[in-house]
């Protein structure tokens, strides 16, 4: 296994973990509410009573960060090398996966695990096994 020395940044992603971190303290500490991204958005879809603006607020803020970070430097250059029907594919089945398990990797991974949720924890254990074997068998057994 070789490291990719050119596109490496243990600072930018030192970074970017702090924040995220930081974002699902205060969220918890400030609010009492979890930081999972499929939770907050889906009760966009079906809104409570006073649930509303803090949702839409850190969803808004998600779609924010990104141009706030591009004023202070250049945004990397995506490259997907999937076409449109596989990415839809790809994102219900992360949508039916989140409904499976309770909840997203944000939620179970980042808050679940801060929290010492065993539930969070066999579900986190159950996102990166999937994700194994699924880069095992693209890279390796139909490559």
Known sequence: MTLDWTHFTPW????????????AAVLLLGCGRVAGISGILGGLLRPLRG?????????????????LFALATALPVPRIEAGGGVLVLAGLLVGLGTRLGGGC???????????????????????????????FVARHVLA
């Open 51 to 67: 649930e509303w603006a803090w949702r839409l607020a850190f969803v808004a803020g998600l779609f924010a960060s990104p141009w």
């Open 105 to 135: 990797t944000s939620g179970h991974g980042v808050c679940g695990l801060a929290r010492l949720s065993p539930r969070s924890l066999a579900a986190t254990l159950a996102f990166m096994a999937a994700g194994f074997a699924t880069v």
């Open 12 to 23: 930018r992603s030192l970074a970017g973990g702090a924040l995220i971190g930081l974002a």
